[in-house]
């Protein structure tokens, strides 16, 4: 009996997780210094992919290579194969509204309008899940770039601790916030989740430029 393999794809045509040798095959045959490894899991794959760090470009204050959560890269450098997300509140509690973009080229890809009576802390819980599940669709491993340790914190935990009280006028943001919790506890993911380092890069680029 046959031993299903996951490979990890550190470097070749793309990155990430494949489930057959085919999949991985097509991914580094012909590919000048493609690099990869067999595991028995996906969840060892998974570790794998995020603790190797691959260097492809660097620039003065960017690097485009894996990094782990429990590795520090120099502190003038981040990860520009990345989604960066960030949230907005007018007042407190106020207005939310929160987007995803591309860190590399600044381009959005996806925003949501802004939501009645709601906090910074929501938004920026929403923003995260939302980029992770529109990566889970595409397919891709990039990690999440977020300026808050608290909503990187709930997303880990799986658990959102607002002292903001449910009511008719914030409905709609508490019922997207169930619905990321559910995600969370019904889906894997891959993608590491880092915090942006506003005192040495400067503002997320998802910033909404607001302050």
Known sequence: ???????????GRETGIFTSWAEC???????????????KTREEAALGLTDQMLLFRVEPKQVSFWETQNKVLPVNKFIINSVCVDASCIGNPG???YRGMCTATHKVIFHKRPMANGTNNLGEFLAIVHGLAYL?????????Y???????????????????P??????E???????????????????????WNTACWGE????????
């Open 136 to 144: 889970k669709k595409q397919g891709s491993h990039l990690p999440i």
């Open 146 to 164: 977020s300026d808050s340790e608290t909503a990187i914190l709930w997303v880990r935990n799986k658990k959102v601790r607002t002292k903001l």
């Open 1 to 11: 009996m046959t031993t299903k393999k996951y490979y990890a794809v550190f470097k």
């Open 95 to 97: 207005d939310v509204e």
């Open 25 to 39: 095959e097509e991914q580094i045959k012909g590919f000048s210094g493609a690099l990869y490894k067999s595991f």
């Open 173 to 195: 943001i508490f019922d997207l916030v169930e619905r990321g919790l559910k995600w969370l506890e019904n889906n894997e993911y891959t993608n590491p989740i880092l915090k």
């Open 204 to 211: 997320i680029p998802a910033d909404f430029g607001r302050k």
């Open 166 to 171: 449910k009511s008719d006028s914030n409905k």
